[in-house]
T-cell receptor
Framework: DVKVTQSSRYLVKRTGEKVFLECVQD?????MFWYRQDPGLGLRLIYF???????EKGDIPEGYSVSREKKERFSLILESASTNQTSMYLC?????????????FGPGTRLTVL | DAKTTQPPSMDCAEGRAANLPCNHS???????VYWYRQIHSQGPQYIIH???NNETNEMASLIITEDRKSSTLILPHATLRDTAVYYC???????????FGTGTRLKVLA
């Protein structure tokens, strides 16, 4: 089974802190994604990476950066956390599995910024 | 990628079929319809996808209209564990990203 794991299920940080959210996948997928999920807004794409050291902005990249130094790991960085970044963060990887490209999601990290 | 619209919520009695509609009237010829669901406090999980033909797997059936402007996800015998938010997405198979709407919140009632 594909496994996408995220470093924390719950995280509480203070305004202005630098925050790292880590995501690891074990299926050798090239594509990885970071979404945030807020009530009434669904899932919104922050950044994605289609290969090591390659990244593309999604729909809401402001206030975030990412790092992909190794194929299995994709990190989301909040340079200076703000209260409006309180949200559920979901990581996903995508690969050719069972005959088509499928996205597999991690369990999510619920981040609270005080 | 085409935009999809879904009803915000639905109820279904346990043991009955749950039919979840999705409208994708602007879908193009090479875009697939994907369905995912998200159970509370978990990440979305793939259910099924299709292009033109109806599809069935161990989880659900997908019925796509002939003009491909709409589709219906069918859970043949809904259980309480099927209570979740269901997302319908249309996308080409080669695209990097899916656009998730707000989905349909299905509540299965005992």
């Amino acid at each position: 089974d594909v496994k996408v794991t995220q470093s924390s299920r719950y995280l509480v940080k203070r305004t202005g802190e630098k925050v790292f959210l880590e995501c690891v996948q074990d299926m050798d997928h090239e594509n990885m994604f970071w979404y945030r999920q807020d009530p009434g807004l669904g899932l919104r794409l922050i950044y994605f990476s289609y290969d090591v050291k390659m990244k593309e902005k999604g729909d809401i990249p402001e206030g975030y950066s990412v790092s992909r130094e190794k194929k299995e790991r994709f990190s989301l960085i909040l340079e200076s956390a703000s209260t409006n970044q309180t949200s559920m963060y979901l990581c996903a990887s995508r690969g050719y599995t069972s005959g088509f490209n499928e996205q597999f999601f991690g369990p999510g990290t619920r981040l609270t910024v005080l | 990628d085409a935009k999809t619209t879904q009803p915000p919520s639905m109820d279904c009695a346990e043991g009955r079929a749950a039919n979840l509609p999705c409208n994708h009237s602007t879908i193009s010829g090479n875009e697939y319809v994907y369905w995912y669901r998200q159970i509370h406090s978990q990440g979305p999980q793939y259910i099924i996808h299709g292009l033109k033909n109806n599809e069935t797997n161990e989880m659900a059936s997908l019925i796509i209209t002939e003009d491909r402007k709409s589709s219906t996800l069918i859970l043949p015998h809904a259980t309480l564990r099927d209570t979740a938010v269901y997302y319908c997405i249309s996308s080409t198979s080669g695209t990097y990203k899916y656009i998730f709407g707000t989905g349909t919140r299905l509540k299965v009632l005992a």
